[in-house]
């Protein structure tokens, strides 16, 4: 069995073909047969694990595993306690409650300049959200539910697997010590 952590640059489509042209995990991943468990979207950075296991794909995405997903998010404003307090007990996003969250306010982090800089129109906050489920655009969709839309997204974990060590576009192979302790965190025990 192989697994990759791999940092997705922004702009980077989570597949390996794209019939539209736009830059692929083909362009930074040169091993065979293995596959993204779980997406980012085109304007979201961060955090990949991929694997030629199918049994561990299925295991990081499902979400009755609970795998906590970390993230830093830059949004839009500064946000208040009643918003991050919404945020944790979860937000209405579209049509269907979101699970509870743990939702902190974070001073700006150290992270690598995007490739297409943000230009914030005012104030900006940076908050670190660990999820344990993972809806399309879930995230942007909630920071938007309390009124500060998100302006950057970089998950820097997944489970104790961290973006440690890597620059966007670059990749490593995960040991068998942090694979068996990925297996770990799916066990009923494990909350956020």
């Known amino acids: 069995m192989r697994a990759i952590a791999f940092f997705k640059p922004y702009g980077v489509l989570t597949a390996f073909q794209d019939s539209e042209g736009r830059p692929t995990l083909k362009q930074y991943i040169p091993i065979p047969e293995v596959y993204p468990a779980g997406r980012l979207d085109l304007d979201s950075e961060g955090l990949l694990i991929l694997s030629d296991e199918g049994r561990l794909i299925h295991f990081l995405t499902d979400p009755r595993h609970r795998i906590p997903k970390t993230y830093l998010v830059q949004v839009e404003g500064k946000v208040t306690e009643e918003a991050l307090a919404a945020l944790q007990r979860g937000v209405m996003v579209k049509g ?59 998950r820097v974990a997944i489970g104790p697997v961290t973006l440690e060590g890597l620059q966007p576009g670059e990749w490593r192979d995960l040991g068998a010590e942090e694979i068996r302790r990925l297996w770990e965190y799916g066990q009923p025990t494990r909350r956020v």
């Open 96 to 154: 269907k409650k979101t699970r509870r969250c743990d939702a902190l306010m974070i001073p700006e982090p150290n992270l690598p300049p995007r490739s297409k800089p943000i230009t914030p129109h005012g104030e900006t906050s940076w908050l670190r959200l660990v999820l344990q489920e993972g809806r399309k655009r879930q995230i942007r969709h909630m920071t938007a539910a309390v009124g500060f839309p998100t302006l950057r997204l970089v």
